[in-house]
């Protein structure tokens, strides 16, 4: 069955408790926490004692933590310290994508590994066997609200198949523009997990959002 993670990036931050208590109601299996330094992508978001409070308040959901930032292997034992269960970095990113995968790992998380737009998906495989989820991103990383790029749907569909040969099981996740149009078609391609934000915090309706995309 297709996953939903919401993408807090979305919430009221104003509410933030209560807009992440809202949508894991409603169905999302967990919380996608994007983490952007202002370096690797054009924009600042939040860090470590937004994760930290929000697992204090939030400890039973699992955290699906999104590190958009140019140096992931300094930061991956902290933000595993404040409530990460899953770290996803990026394949850009200025570290040796080995070294923040074992560093993951020792700090007792899941590993995702993650490209832009665009990277070739191929880019992934010599590190596939050690990961637990592969991230496709569907917009430039960085902001949210952007519309879907198609491309994604290769991406996922070379990933299933590449996964398939080896015998291997990560979850293929895709983020950005996940709505009720392109969600099924990610799902078609591959994608087991969506992330969602403006879709599912905005919706008038959020668990008849989230049936939507779980039941894609």
Do not use: W
């Not at 919380?31 to 929000?54: A, C, E, Q, R, T």
């Amino acid at each position: 069955m297709t996953q939903l993670s919401a993408s807090i990036l979305a919430a009221d931050f104003a509410r933030l408790e209560q807009d992440c208590r809202r949508v894991l109601a409603a169905g999302a299996d967990m919380l996608h926490f994007d983490v952007m330094d202002g370096h690797f992508v054009p924009n600042i978001s939040f860090g470590v004692p937004v994760l930290k409070s929000l697992h204090a308040a939030l400890p039973e959901a699992f955290y699906d933590v999104h590190l958009m930032i140019s140096h992931p292997l300094q930061y991956t034992e902290v933000f595993a310290k404040a409530g990460a269960d899953l770290i996803t970095f990026h394949l850009e990113s200025e570290d040796d994508p080995g070294a923040v995968i074992d560093a993951i790992h020792a700090a007792g998380c899941k590993a995702g590994l993650s490209v832009k737009p665009g990277t070739p998906a191929g880019a992934v495989l010599p590190y596939l066997s050690r990961l637990e989820l592969v991230l496709v991103m569907s917009v430039e990383p960085g902001f949210g609200g952007q519309k879907f790029m198609p491309m994604a749907l290769d991406k996922l569909a070379f990933l299933r198949e590449a996964c398939a040969e080896r015998g291997l099981a990560p979850l293929l996740e895709v983020d950005g523009g996940v709505d009720a149009v392109t969600g099924p078609q990610c799902v078609g391609a591959g994608a087991n997990l969506l992330v969602a934000g403006s879709y599912l915090f905005g919706a008038k309706d959020a668990a008849e959002a989230a049936r939507a995309l779980k039941q894609a």
